[in-house]
Each structure stands twice: as C-alpha cells, then as structure tokens.
C-alpha cells in the first residue's frame, strides 16, 4: 500500500483546513454515510471490515458498537481517547494537528451509526495545540453545516466538544476517562457493567480512539471489502506506526497492518544509525514486551505479534541499539509506570513502586543477586489481578526485559552497579505526583 | 435460584448475590478490606481474588454475580498465591508496628496476615514510603495516612451515606492518601463511622484512641438511649467500665450506622454524678439506708397514704426514657394504689434531627408509652395543679426529671413526699424524701419501643454502682411491699406479662426479641 489516508496531511499542504479539505472531497463519505446507509447498516459495515481498536486493545470495533442496548431512553454518548499517553505513541496526535476534520467526520458517522447526539474529544492536557485545532475545526464544521442541527439536511443532530485533560495515563484507560469526564478521579472503573450500557452519566457509550475513528470515513468509501484487503484477514487495514529511538528515520509511518517488523525499521525508518546494531525493540508502546534483535521477523499485527510474545498495542516502535543498557531502560519505564499508576488497586499501587525500587537498586547500587528472581515475581503477583491493564502494563515489560536480558541484571547485581553507565548519577526515585 | 460450588460445597443462593455472599451464607471466609455491604462495590483492595472455574484469570468475589452451576475455589493454589502477594504488597509500605498501633487486636492487615500471609518481608525496612501520622481530622477522628489501605470505604461512606464527601484521596501510586478535601473538616454528624469501617488503623476515634486493648474489652447487645430511634448497638466494656458504643448491623433500624451524639452518650452513662445509695430524708439530711428497708419504707408511706385519703392523692410520673418494663410495673403500681398515672417526653427546642437516623425526640421509649395507653398530654400539669391545690400527697417520678422538663417546681416545694426512682443527681432531690437509685439502659435488661413501633431488647452490659438496682427490679421490689405479692424475678418476666397483658404488645416473645427486634401489633 503506498497510498496514504490517514496521513493524507503528509500529501496536502494545508489539510486542516476545511476549505482545504473539502476541496479534497473532505465530508463526502459523511454525505454518503447520510445518503445512503441507515445506522445498523453502519454498524454492519464497520463489523463487515474487521476493524479492530487502534488504542490498544484491539477490540473489533463493530461488535462494541453492537453491545450497545437496542432500545434505551438514555442518551447514547460517543467518547473520543485522545488521551495519547503512551511512552513511544504519537500518532493520533498526528491526525488531531495536521487532519482535525477527519477525525471529525469520523465522529459524525460513528455518531450517527451508534444513534449519539452528543460526543466527547476526550485530549491529554498537555497536547495543547491539537486542542486549539481540534476546537478551530469544530467551529468551521458547524459554520459549514457539518456539525449542529440537522447536519447536511439530513435530520440528523451532533455536538462535539473538545475536554482537556490534565494530564494523567491512567485518563486514557476508557472507563478512568469516563470517570475524568465525568468531573471526578481517574479511577478505572470495574466492569461488569461495561460502557456500552452504563458509561458516561451512566449512559449507553462507546469509546473510540482517535485512529480508529480516523478509519470510518474511509471505510464509508471504499467499503468494508477495501478495508479487509490490506493487511490480514483477522486485524486489517492501514495503520499507523511510530517508531522512536534509534532509527535513522525516527517518524510515524501509515502502512498495511501486518507489516514486518524488519521492513518498519530497516526500509521505512533507515536502519540504525551510527553503525551500531539493533539490541530490542518494543513493538508497540511502553507496555510491551520487547522483542530481541533476533525476533523482529514478525509481521506488525495484533495477531501475529501476541503470537510471538507481544502485542502490538498501540504501535509504537521502540527501537533501542547495542549501547542501551536494558537495566536502565527497564527501569525508566518502571519509573513511569509508577508515577502514573492511580493507586486504585493493592498489587497495582505498591507493585508498580516496588519494582521501581529493585531496579534502581540493580542500576544505581544496592542490587542483590536474587533482584532478578524477585521482579519477576513481583511482576507476576501484579498481573492480571487488578481493575484496569496498567499493572501488566507496568509488569509486562519488566518481566520480558529480565527473561530476555537476563545476564545484564545479574552483572549489575554482582557488579553492584550497572557497567555501561558507571558514572551515571543516580536519578531520584519518583515521589512528587501531580 | 442458583447453585453455586465454593471449596466442593453446593450452596443455593438468591439470584443476583455475588459470590463473597453466597460463600459468607455458607460460612466461608474470603477476606476482604474494601468490600462491604453497606457501601457501593468499589473492587480495589483485590484481597478477594478467588479462581472460578472457566475464568480466564482471577476474578474478585466481591463484584462477581453467582451463576447457576459457577465452581470457586477460595483455597486453591492460584487463590491463596494471590491472597499473600495482595497482603505483601499492602505490608511493603505499611509500618509494622502493631505493638503500638491502637488498632491492635481489630486489624484486618494484622489478622489476615496471620491467617493468609505469614511470609518474611523481602523489603527493607528503610525503603518504605513515608506518609503522615496522627492528623485530627474533625471533632471524632484521628487519621494515620501511613497505615491506610486505601480501601475507599471511609471516602464512599460520606459520598454515598452522608453526601458530605469531606474526605478524598489524592496523589497517585504508593503516594496516594486519605485526606480532607480542601478546606472541609470532618465534621458530619456521623463521622465516627468512619472509624468502625476502616479495615486498618488509619482512622482511629479520638475519644476511645489508646483507652484499652480490644482483646481485653466484652461485648454487649444493647440500643442506644440518645433518642427515638433506638439504633442497634454493642457496648464494649471491661470490669464495670463502659469504654464505647459501636453500631450493631440492624437494616430495619440503622443498617450499619449510628450517630456521633449517640455514640458519646456512651461517657454520660458512667461517672461522677451517679446515685449510688438508697437515701431516706431524716430530720435535716439524706439518711443512707438499705435497700429493702428504703423499698419497703415508700412502699410503706404510699399504701399509708392511699389508704388514708385515696389513691388519686398519690401520683406517678414515669418518663420516655424509661423502659417499657418500668412503665409497665409503674402502671401496676398505680394501678395498685389507684393512684394517678402521667407520663412524660420532653425534648430540647429545636433538637436536632435529619432525615436519616437522628430524630428530634430524644427519648428512646416515647412510643412504648403511647402504645402502653400512658397519658402523654396534660398528665404531669394536672398532678401538679393537684399538688397546688392540696390534693397531692405523695409523687413518685420514675425517671423523670420534670424540672428540667416542666413547670412542675413550685408544686415539689410544697408537695408533703416525693420519691425519687433515677440514676443521677436530678435537680428534684433537693425536694426528696425518698431516693431510690436505678441503673442506666446499660446497667439493665429491658425494652424500648422506637419511633416506628419496633420493640427492641438491649441487655445489661455492666453492673449498676453502688446500690442501684435496674429500674423494673426497683418497681417489682416496690410493687411487692404495695401488694404483697412476690415481685418478677427478670426482667424478661415483666414483659412476658406485659405481652399477655394484650393489646400492643400481645403476642411479642422476649427470647424472639433478640437482636434485631419486632414490629408492634398494628
């Protein structure tokens, strides 16, 4: 696939302006979703693709709008994560800042599909321009028609609005943004119930990532059929990779899901630079678990990567060379999963500290032969048994940085120091958390 | 209904209880902090992690519904991997000082440990956070952050029972922390409850903080006197010493809870202040004198004067605050003298109440005197005005503090003999010629009937001082010298008589009373 559509912005200048944009047939696929398709037919189309959630989780996209209840007299909401927090993703604020009206397109007809009236832009606070955009864009589609009352003359009613977050991971699990929205803490909720019938207000509602609301449009064109060919069978469709660290074309990148791993980092991103050689990569965010050097002949979909002992997640490429030091790495995303745990959950909360506490001490002094044992145990006790995924979020990685690179901790622990850094001045413990 | 296997054993549940329900009918323990089940499921402490077959993963037993032929297993290998990863998880960060902590003795972390943990600390004991200690937080409570576990039940208490959300959690991770909302105190007027449903030893009752060791404390059945709402208590004392009140589970009544006020009249019952010996007025003073010959000495003036100008020139006053079997012996005893009957129940102006538990009658028993047919009205001003005339020659107030509640002063200054049935030191003493000391609630058995008609038991919990006697023992003892006959010998006697007596009370069975109460005949 060479052509590109949701980053179609890269190709014309100027696309997040709504002239721009409908001078590029911008809101026609809103006009064909109005003209031609009633909602369930939406629905139908969006199952037909096998579109599957670009957040993280992968969730097929038509089933969720399906579990919403038949008959209610509850308003249905539709809210929009923006809340793009993961370490290594910066794609969907991409999409916000260079394409706002596709995503807003996108919301119409998925607005319309789910019989919404009401939507949520749901933005992490400190993507302050995307959100200036985003509310420029608002205001230029209703002026336009696009937004409001009786949208295209079409009978159909929608408002959107932009919310700031302040600023926490844990606002872009989809039921601890619901809680944000809602004016209160971003604690997960616990399901069941499930948003699709007691979500925001206690309302029916769907919550959506940026892509994979970027990808209705498109679908509305050329058909769940177009979508389905690219990419496998079971997770098609283009998708969005960033790729951070060290490439020579570090970037966000929209190829076929199911791309090969080697082909992201040594065609499309330009190999490692400076002569050095690839040590792991973590294919999809964070969270991931990092794949060695040796395993990167995977092809990037949610499938294909959980079977070769990852996940795609949110397709954010984490590229690390030879002078990477795994204890330091491990330990630097420890450091951020403990600052952003919400606390809401035992293993979560105390887990996510401890295991911070081990690896400073394997890098900076103070780390015991049994630390790698240790964290993986920690990690274990953490997973699975909490309200949201930020516990495996912050165990995952730790367990297969140990498993993978297993010989590092333990010559830190007998070192009592971490050997690539050895001047490295220890870095304070988190402790302030705003 | 479905069935659901806990541990290989078949239990049969209504549908819709989750399985920490169907295991609790069942009597099996699956431990928990933040569950409970007078507050909304929150499913955070993870300490209820149980392995149900076909679950993918470990499942939490406070949030999972029970479905027809669902297998869970609390004792298994995954089950109790995860009870003693939560617990170490909840220790790595927690002091371990229980010696020291008031906590001591009802600590969940303390007992679960011991029944679920038992593994040595792989943390160090320096690397633990830090977080403050003993912040007085409103008028009843004393937070300890470090000690907390961040259960949420205190916070969903004041969202969801008293919407007054003074507390809230803030900061994020092992930082996060109990704390007052900006600019509130925790000042509602139930407050205190906070206290009985924190798991741990964070929020602690400055009143009862470092008083006594639980382990060391009895406890007793009992409602609280503090007004018409009669909640469900337990008493915990120790050797005769009253040390608190906490709320006793009762959903016809007060559900979980109980109020700040009514939870400190528990220091008002004990103390200085007590009449402890039985006084006859002798020439210018009290004489100290026995029991019998004190009872026998106003038996002995009251059927003297009802003999010698009628019984209408004897009166009785019994009080709301009486128990129903003080009215109903002082009814007898009118009865027996034909004398005349008031009752009495006086509350401050303006009491306080609310429309949860608090009522503005601050007597505990104003509807068993309604529903033992005692006047109410204008029965204490009419034995006054007959006191006035000259009619009255002898009074006797059960109870009854009718200067504090009444205009009844100048009637006692010339009334030639008052007797005196009370537990303090009552402004109508200086009037007595007869003193017969009778025990509190707490130093009795017996029953109150509450605002909505439910008859409720409470028991004695400690000895009356001195020579007080309950109060029913006191007008069975009275009764016996103004008829001869033998007085009942318990208190459950007087009320099985006053239920075959008929009418409101006909067909109630003391022994069925317990614990929870039952509803007046309509």
């Known amino acids: 696939m060479t052509e590109r559509l949701l980053m179609r912005c890269r190709d014309i200048p100027g696309l997040r302006s709504i002239d721009t944009y409908l001078q590029h047939g911008g809101y026609e696929a809103t006009r064909t979703a109005f003209a031609k398709y009633q909602p369930q037919e939406l629905v139908e189309m969006v199952k037909a693709s096998n579109l599957r959630g670009r957040g993280g989780a992968g969730f097929p996209t038509g089933m969720k709008w399906g579990f919403l209840p038949k008959q209610t007299e509850k308003p249905v909401y539709l809210a929009v994560n923006a809340d793009e927090s993961e370490p290594g993703t910066f794609k969907d604020r991409v999409i916000m800042e260079e394409d706002p009206h596709q995503l807003l397109e996108g919301i119409i007809i998925t607005a319309y599909a789910i019989n919404c009236h009401t939507a949520y832009i749901y933005i992490r606070g400190e993507m302050k321009y995307a959100y200036d955009v985003l509310w420029e864009a608002i205001h230029e589609a209703y002026a336009k028609g696009c937004l409001g009352k009786n949208i295209f003359g079409s009978g159909f009613d929608l408002d959107v609005v932009v919310h700031r977050g302040a600023g926490a991971y844990i606002c872009g699990e989809e039921t601890g943004l619901l809680e944000s929205l809602e004016g209160k803490r971003a604690y997960p909720r616990i399901k069941p119930p499930f948003p699709a019938t007691h979500g925001l207000f206690g309302c029916p509602t769907i919550v959506n990532n940026v892509e994979t609301i970027a990808c209705v449009p498109h679908i509305v064109l050329r058909g769940a059929d177009w979508f389905r060919s690219i990419g496998p069978e079971k997770s098609p469709g283009p998708k969005l990779f960033c790729v951070s660290g060290h490439v020579v074309r570090p970037g966000v990148y929209e190829l076929p899901m199911g791309t090969p791993l080697r082909e992201i980092i040594y065609d499309h991103c330009g190999g490692i630079p400076n002569g050095r050689v690839l040590k792991g990569v973590i294919p999809g965010g964070a969270s991931m678990p990092i794949f060695t050097a040796d395993e990167i002949d995977v092809p990037m979909d949610m499938d294909s990567v959980q079977k070769a002992g990852s996940f795609l997640g949110s397709a954010g490429v984490m590229v690390m060379d030879d002078s990477v030091c795994m204890v330091w790495a491990c330990y630097v995303l420890s450091k951020f999963f403990h600052h952003e745990s919400c606390g809401q959950c035992t293993p979560c909360r105390e887990g996510t500290g401890w295991l911070e506490k081990v690896l400073h001490g394997l890098e900076y002094g103070g780390g015991h032969a049994s630390d790698a044992d240790l964290l993986l145990n920690i990690a274990g006790n953490m997973m699975g048994n909490t309200i949201c995924a930020l516990a495996d979020a912050a165990a995952m990685p730790v367990r297969a940085f140990v498993t993978k690179f297993r010989s590092e901790f333990e010559q830190h622990a007998a070192l009592g120091r971490c050997p690539m850094r050895p001047d490295a001045a220890p870095e304070p413990r988190a402790h302030a958390h705003g | ?522």
């Open chain 2, 1 to 522: 209904m479905p069935t659901v296997e806990i541990d290989g054993r078949k239990i049969e549940v209504e549908d819709g209880r989750t399985v920490i329900e169907a295991a609790d009918q069942a009597g099996i323990e699956i431990p928990h902090y933040c569950w409970h089940p007078g507050l909304s499921i929150s499913g955070n402490c993870r300490m209820c992690l149980v392995e149900i077959e076909k679950a993918p993963k470990l499942q939490i037993a406070c949030n999972t519904r029970v479905t027809d032929g669902m297998v869970v297993h609390t004792k298994s290998e995954k089950t109790t991997t995860a009870q003693k990863a939560v617990l170490e998880f909840l220790l790595i960060n927690h002091p371990i000082d229980c010696p020291v902590c008031d906590q001591a003795g009802e600590c969940k972390l303390q007992e679960y440990y011991m029944d679920y943990d038992r593994q040595r600390s792989r943390v160090p004991l320096g690397n633990k956070v830090k977080k403050s200690k003993a912040i007085p937080i409103g008028k009843h409570v004393m937070l300890d952050q470090e000690r907390c576990v961040l259960c949420a039940r205190c916070t969903r208490f004041l969202d969801e029972v008293t919407h007054t959300s003074e507390l809230g959690i803030f900061q994020r991770g092992d930082h996060s922390e109990i704390d007052l909302a900006p600019g509130k105190t925790l000042d509602n007027p139930y407050s205190a409850n906070v206290v009985d449903i924190c798991p741990v030893g964070a929020l602690t009752n400055r009143d009862f903080r470092f008083q006594a060791r639980v382990w060391y404390l009895e406890r007793t059945e009992s409602v609280c006197g503090g007004c018409a709402n009669g909640c469900n208590i337990e008493i915990y004392h120790r050797e005769g010493r009253i040390f608190r009140f906490q709320p006793r589970a009762n959903m016809a009544v007060n559900d979980y809870w109980m109020c700040d006020a009514g939870r400190s009249s528990a220091y008002g019952l004990q103390g200085e202040g007590r009449l402890q010996q039985a006084l006859l007025r002798g020439e210018e003073a009290f004489v100290p004198t026995l029991w019998a010959d004190a009872v026998d000495a106003v038996g002995r003036r009251l059927v003297e004067t009802a003999d010698r100008r009628g019984g209408q020139a004897i009166g009785i006053v019994v009080s709301a605050q009486a128990s129903n079997e003080e009215i109903f012996l002082a009814r007898r005893l009118a009865g027996a003298l034909g004398a005349r009957l008031a009752g009495v129940s006086v509350s401050p102006a303006g009491a306080y109440h609310d429309a949860f538990l608090i009522k503005a009658d601050k007597n505990p028993n104003t509807q068993g005197l309604r529903a033992q047919g005692v006047d109410l009205g204008a029965g204490v001003g009419a034995l006054t005005e007959a006191a006035g005339r000259g009619e009255l020659e002898a009074l006797v107030l059960v109870r009854s503090d009718v200067l504090a509640e009444t205009t009844a002063g100048p009637a006692l200054e010339t009334l030639p003999y008052l007797a005196v049935l009370d537990s303090g030191h009552v402004a109508e003493l200086q009037y007595a010629s007869a003193v017969l000391p009778i025990g509190t609630y707490a130093e009795s058995d017996g029953t109150f009937t509450n605002h909505a008609g439910r008859v409720q038991r409470f028991q004695r919990a400690v000895a009356a001082p001195g020579e007080a006697r309950p109060g029913w023992q006191a007008l069975a003892d009275l009764l016996a010298v103004v008829t001869g006959a033998p007085a009942p010998a318990t208190a459950a006697d007087v009320f099985a008589a006053l239920a075959a007596e008929g009418g409101a009370f006909a067909g109630l069975d003391h022994a069925a009373l317990a614990s929870s109460g039952q509803p007046l005949r309509a």
